[in-house]
């Protein structure tokens, strides 16, 4: 069974830093486009970075040059290094294939305190 377990988020002051990791279960991973989204209370969910099979990124403008998507395909894994976080940052982020997306998973909440 396909699956997305998300993990890594937390409490933080504005300007911490904070590193989440996706674990995907399933064949597709390395050949796929990956995502790291967010949602917001009472906003709609917003992708914030993703990168290519091949590795190449691209980011959501907010948060150029503060959040860097990596992944490792033998892991089956996808990471987002966010650094310098402000308090509009606070979301639940979730991982995801960009194309034809699967079930979501649970997420993991990212909380940065003013």
């Known amino acids: 069974q396909v699956q997305l377990v998300e993990s890594g988020g937390g409490l933080v002051q504005a300007g911490g830093s904070l590193r989440l990791s996706c674990v995907a279960s399933g064949s597709f991973f390395g050949f796929s486009d990956m995502g790291w989204y967010r949602q917001a209370p009472g906003n709609q969910r917003e992708l914030v970075a993703r990168i290519t099979s091949t590795g190449t990124t691209i980011y959501r403008d907010s948060v150029k040059g503060r959040f860097t998507i990596s992944r490792d395909n033998a892991k089956n894994t996808v990471y987002l290094q966010m650094n310098s976080l402000m308090p509009e940052d606070t979301a639940v982020y979730y991982c995801?294939?960009?194309?034809?997306?699967?079930?979501w998973g649970r997420g993991t909440q990212v909380t940065v305190s003013s």
């Open positions: 995801n294939k960009v194309f034809n997306s699967l079930a």
